[in-house]
């Protein structure tokens, strides 16, 4: 049974810095993987999807990486601002499968 | 683009009565949706799989007559929870992929459920 793996649980950091989400997960014959970002009391926003046969992917000030083979995925993120607070959730989806399986997300506060 | 629409996005009921959320991908065809539950500070819950014009697959420990699920056209899911209690209370969460398939899954705005 897969197992998806958030840490840290929380994190705060001032405006400005450079941050490393990470993801781990436990069966590494996946299909993709995907980073959203959660606002309170809001549904997911895709970020960045990772195809299996992928290194990384790139978006703005995010960069998003997956080694496969070791069953890591990290989330990084450039120049913090504080709208980049939100909950950050990495899900991961099997080979023929559509389900995803979902850690329980990092929660980012960027301070001004 | 990809848009994913929830109504209600909120709704207060009492015990006993049905509620019914509906999923509607505004600009693309989904022959999945998928509906999931979220509780505070919890990780999304998958709890059904829907296929337009065919019965929904329902994961373990789901019970399929309170939460009713209809996928009758290529844009449009209903969840429905019948006879809700206050446990039902949740954040459910709906998502939905292409008809042409790129793996990516799109994920409506919620809607947040309080069983009075």
């Keep these: ?112 | 683009g990809a848009v994913v629409s929830q109504h209600p996005s909120w709704v207060i009921c009492k015990s006993g009565t049905s509620v019914k959320i509906e999923c509607r991908s505004l600009d693309f065809q989904a022959t999945t949706m998928f509906w999931y539950r979220q509780f505070p500070k919890q990780s999304l819950m998958l709890m059904a799989t829907s296929n337009e014009g065919s019965k929904a697959t329902y994961e373990q420990g789901v019970e399929k007559d309170k939460f009713l699920i209809n996928h009758a056209s290529l844009t449009l899911s209903t969840l429905t929870v019948t006879s809700a209690h206050p446990e039902d209370s949740s954040f459910y969460i709906c998502s939905a992929s292409k008809v042409i398939n790129t793996g990516e899954l799109f994920f409506g705005e919620g809607s947040r459920l309080t069983v009075l």
């Design chain 1, 1 to 112: 049974k897969q197992e998806v793996t958030q840490i840290p649980a929380a994190l705060s950091v001032p405006e400005g810095e450079n941050l490393v989400l990470n993801c781990s997960f436990t069966d590494s014959a996946i299909y993709n993987l995907q980073w959203f970002r959660q606002d309170p009391g809001k549904g997911l926003t895709s970020l960045l999807l990772i195809q299996s046969s992928q290194r990384e992917q790139t978006s703005g000030r995010l960069n998003a990486s997956l080694d496969k083979s070791s069953g890591r995925s990290t989330l990084y993120i450039a120049a913090s601002q504080p709208g980049d607070s939100a909950t950050y959730l990495c899900a991961v989806r099997q080979g023929g499968s559509e389900k995803l399986v979902f850690g329980k997300g990092t929660k980012l506060t960027v301070n001004p």
